[in-house]
């Protein structure tokens, strides 16, 4: 009986008109940024996107991140993405602070990127 697409096919073969089964497609997608997968008898593809990326085709940065590539992580959070195994975004915690509200000394490390946020002469300044 061939009334539902298989797991990770995506159409309506019982729709007037017909939409013919599809494979999913991570490069279609999900931008090349996840995977494509859905569920027997679906009518769509869904995307489980890579870290650093959300939406429903994994076209935005997650929180935390930042960059064309979403492989940086933003101001107050640390890690390192594109270190190997890599080091997921995570927002600094109020230990990190060092005891002033708005300095604080984490950020991307291991030459990737630092960002840090440094009060100096009343003005807040981004490194």
Excluded at 64 to 78: H, L, P, S
Excluded at 91 to 115: I, L
Aim: with cysteine; charged share 20%.
């Amino acid at each position: 009986n061939c009334d539902t697409c298989a797991a990770n096919f995506m159409g309506n073969p019982t729709a007037a008109p017909a939409v013919p089964c599809t494979a999913c497609d991570d490069a279609a997608d999900c931008n090349g940024k996840g995977n494509s997968t859905s569920v027997a008898g679906s009518s769509s593809c869904t995307c489980d996107c890579d870290a650093g990326w959300q939406g429903a085709a994994c076209d935005a940065c997650a929180p935390g991140y930042e960059g064309a590539n979403c492989d940086i992580c933003a101001a107050d959070f640390k890690g390192n993405p594109t270190a190997a195994p890599a080091v997921p975004c995570t927002a600094c915690d109020d230990g990190e602070f060092q005891g002033q509200p708005d300095c604080c000394a984490c950020g991307s490390v291991h030459g990737v990127r630092r960002r840090r946020r440094l009060q100096w002469q009343g003005q807040l300044h981004e490194r």
